[in-house]
């Protein structure tokens, strides 16, 4: 299953990185497709981006472009998100998603087959 990690506490204007694992997978999330969402207090799940298996090329949502990225991290084996600038409007939960040899072109939708349960983010003073 899905491990997502490093969420917490930022100020405004700070950053954090979220590790997205899988649990007892020893190749880790190498040949897997994963995406990220997120969902703010009160709405609906937002895709944040993804990253495909079939040409390591990553997608981020306009929304996010300017702030967050996606990567993949050798020594971990995991599916990172780095976010910078954060803004009292990221705060929510943090999901990671994947599927086998999944390309991401429709993973807005959602339907990835495992998800993670999630890692609270909170930007505050």
Known sequence: HLVESGGGLAQPGGSLRLSCAAS???TGLDYYGVAWFRQAPGKEREPLG??????????????????????????????DLQMNSLEPDDTGV????????????TYQR????YWGKGTLVTVSF
């Open 110 to 113: 959602g339907g990835l087959d």
């Open 50 to 79: 993804c990253r495909s298996a079939t040409t390591g090329g990553v997608t981020i949502e306009d929304s996010v472009r300017d702030r967050f990225t996606i990567s993949r991290e050798f020594p971990k084996k995991t599916i």
């Open 94 to 105: 943090y999901y990671c998603a994947a599927a086998w040899y999944y390309d991401c072109s």
């Open 24 to 26: 007892g997978v020893s």
